[in-house]
């Protein structure tokens, strides 16, 4: 790797550890995923998630507020790919955007029944779960 990006990389361990890239690679995901409600009057990638709601309660506000949400949990997690070593805090607090973020993926599918388990469901179920998994596993190894 060209030796200016990899400078701009997380640090990691001493013996590596791929979840501050990971953290870094989600936030500027989200990052897109989070301008794109404000750009676009076109609420179809929302509708993909919330595929089961009625189209009048999926409008462009309540789509700017997830994103604004969102936004806000990719920033905790970009501090996280930097300061994830070492931080209880931050590390804490980046598992909590995943655990916030996939329960209320589960809840609007199981409970409020807006969303159904399909192709727009599954990339944050994916995501929000498995980021919490790896991180609960990894827990000794950063913080120790």
């Known amino acids: ?12 361990t001493a013996s590596g550890g791929y979840l501050p890239h990971w953290l870094l690679f989600i936030s500027v995901v ?11 009057k076109d609420l179809s990638l929302t509708h993909r998630v919330y595929e089961s709601a009625p189209r009048n309660e999926v409008t ?10 969102t936004f ?17 805090q931050i590390y804490e607090l980046c598992m909590w955007t995943f655990a916030v973020a996939g329960g209320h993926f589960v809840s609007e599918w199981i409970y409020y029944g ?14 929000s779960s498995l980021s919490l998994i790896w991180m609960h596993a990894q827990r000794d190894f950063y913080l120790a």
Request: net charge positive; charged share 10%; aromatic share 16%.
């Open 72 to 88: 806000i949990t990719s920033i905790v997690r970009f501090y996280g790919a930097y300061y994830l070593v070492g931080n209880k």
């Open 114 to 127: 807006n969303c159904k388990l399909g192709k727009g469901l599954a990339g944050p179920l994916v995501v």
């Open 60 to 69: 462009n506000l309540s789509a700017r507020t997830f994103g604004t949400w």
């Open 1 to 12: 790797m060209i030796p200016y990006f990899q400078s701009l990389l997380p640090p990691t």
């Open 30 to 40: 989200s990052i897109f995923n989070s301008l794109q409600t404000y750009q676009s």
